[in-house]
C-alpha cells in the first residue's frame, strides 16, 4: 500500500514538472483557464480538487471496509 | 470493492454539477434605478446593471410600462458598462401606479426592472406610445437573473439536492421499517435506523445552507416561513426518533416501536415540506398554490445543472447510507 502511494505520488510530481515545462513555452494556458469570468474559475478549480478529495477518501474508506468484511467473513 | 460504477457515477455527478453552478455565467440583468419614483416634466434616470455590456453596439433603447402604456427615453446616454443615464419626458396626469423599466441592448437581450418606479401623484396610466418586445432573443447557456436572488441562483444546485436526499433516505427507512413489521427481521431494523441517522446529516446540511440563504436574499437567519418552520419540526420529529431507539434496551421492542412510529413521522415529514407550504403562503418558490418546478422557477438552463445535482447528491446519500450499515456490521 505504502510502496503504491509513494509511487503514484513520484508520478504525480512528473507530471506536474512536465506541466511546468509546457508552461514555459507557451505562458499562457494555465492563465487563461484560471483567470477567465473575473477569475471565479480558481474558485471552482478549488472546490473541484475539495470534492475530489472528499470523494477520492470515501472510496478508500469503502475499500478498507471491504477488506474488514472479508476478514469477517473468514474468520467466522 | 462491489458495483463500484455508481459510486464513481455519483461523484462525477456531484463535481460535474457543482464545478457548472459555479461557473455558468449569469444573465445581464438590473439592480438598481434611481430616482424611484417621477412627477410630470423632464425627468433623468440613473440605471445599474449587472453583467451587462451597455458600452458595446451602440447605446441601448430605454422605456418605461406600467402594463397599460409605455413610453420610450428621448435620450439615452452609456456611462458605462453596468451604467445608462435616460432622460424621459413624463406627461402630465400620469401617476398613481408603479411602472417597470425596460432596458434592450442591441445584443437583443430584454432586462426588466420590475416596479422601479412609482409614476407620481396624477391618475392617468402612461401613453399607449412604446411596447417592449414579448420575447428576448435567444442566449448562450446562462442562468437566469432574478431580482433578490441575483449569483445566489447556484445556491439552487447546492441547498434543494441536501432536502432532496433527506427525503429519499426517509422514505427508504420507512420503506424497511414496514419490512421490519411485515418480517420481524431485526436486519431491516438496523438498516431503518441507519438510513434515518444519515437523512439527519442531510437536513443539517439542508437547514445551514438554507439559513445562510435566507439571511442573503430575505434578510433574516430565519423566517416564520412555513417551510422553514416544516422543515425544523421534522428534523425534531426525526431526532426523537433516534431518541425513543435510545431509550428502549430490548432490541425487539425497540425495533417494534420504532418502526411504528417511522411511518407516522414519515407521514408527518410529508405533511409539513409538502403540503403545508402549498397551502398556505411561503418565501420558497413553488408554494403558496403554485406548483413547484414551474417553468417560471425553474428554466432550462438551471435544470441542465439541477437534476445531475439532486441524482448526485441522492446517489451520495444513498453511499453514505450502505457505509453506515456495513460498518455497524462489522464491528459488531
Request: charge should be positive; charged fraction near 15%.
Amino acid at each position: 500500500m505504502r510502496n503504491r502511494s509513494t509511487r503514484s505520488l513520484m508520478l504525480l510530481v512528473a507530471m506536474l514538472a512536465a506541466a511546468h515545462t509546457f508552461a514555459q513555452e507557451h505562458v499562457d494556458p494555465v492563465d487563461r483557464a484560471l483567470h477567465g469570468a473575473g477569475k471565479a474559475n480558481t474558485v471552482a478549480g478549488v472546490v473541484g480538487i475539495i470534492l475530489a478529495g472528499l470523494f477520492i477518501w470515501l472510496f478508500s474508506q469503502d475499500r478498507r471496509l471491504t477488506r474488514l468484511e472479508r476478514r469477517n467473513e473468514n474468520e467466522g | 470493492m462491489k458495483h463500484w460504477w455508481w459510486k464513481l457515477l455519483a461523484a462525477l455527478l456531484v463535481i460535474g454539477a457543482s464545478l457548472a453552478a459555479l461557473l455558468v455565467p449569469l444573465a445581464p440583468g438590473l439592480t438598481e434605478c434611481v430616482p424611484s419614483s417621477l412627477s410630470p416634466g423632464t425627468v433623468t434616470l440613473s440605471i445599474s446593471g449587472y453583467n451587462t455590456r451597455f458600452d458595446r453596439n451602440g447605446p441601448p433603447a430605454v422605456g418605461l410600462t406600467d402594463g397599460h402604456g409605455g413610453i420610450q427615453a428621448d435620450q439615452v446616454t452609456v456611462l458605462g458598462p453596468t451604467s445608462v443615464k435616460a432622460i424621459f419626458t413624463i406627461p402630465a396626469d400620469v401617476g398613481g401606479r408603479s411602472a417597470h423599466v425596460v432596458v434592450l441592448p442591441s445584443s437583443g437581450e430584454r432586462l426588466v426592472l420590475f416596479d422601479a418606479v412609482w409614476t407620481g401623484s396624477g391618475e392617468g396610466s402612461l401613453p399607449d406610445r412604446w411596447k417592449f418586445p414579448e420575447q428576448a432573443a435567444a442566449h448562450g447557456w446562462e442562468f437566469p437573473n432574478r431580482a433578490i436572488l441575483y449569483e445566489t441562483i447556484r445556491n439552487l444546485m447546492f441547498h434543494v439536492p441536501m432536502w432532496f436526499t433527506m427525503m429519499v433516505l426517509q422514505a427508504l427507512s420507512v420503506g424497511y421499517s414496514v419490512a421490519y413489521l411485515r418480517s420481524g427481521e431485526l436486519r431491516t431494523d438496523l438498516q431503518a435506523e441507519k438510513a434515518v441517522q444519515v437523512s439527519l446529516f442531510f437536513a443539517a446540511l439542508g437547514l445551514l445552507t438554507g439559513s445562510l440563504w435566507a439571511r442573503a436574499t430575505w434578510g433574516a437567519w430565519w423566517t416564520n416561513d412555513t417551510k422553514l418552520n416544516g422543515a425544523a419540526v421534522t428534523t425534531l420529529i426525526y431526532l426523537a426518533y433516534l431518541v425513543l431507539r435510545g431509550s428502549v434496551a430490548d432490541a425487539k421492542k425497540r425495533a417494534d416501536l420504532a418502526a411504528v412510529y417511522n411511518i407516522f413521522a414519515f407521514v408527518l415529514m410529508l405533511v409539513f415540506i409538502m403540503v403545508l407550504p402549498r397551502l398556505t403562503d411561503s418565501l420558497h418558490p413553488g408554494n403558496g398554490g403554485n406548483p413547484a418546478f414551474s417553468q417560471y422557477d425553474l428554466d432550462d438552463d438551471l435544470r441542465r445543472v439541477f437534476y445531475p445535482a439532486v441524482l448526485g447528491w441522492i446517489m451520495t446519500g444513498l453511499w453514505l447510507f450502505n457505509l453506515r450499515v456495513r460498518m455497524s456490521r462489522a464491528f459488531r
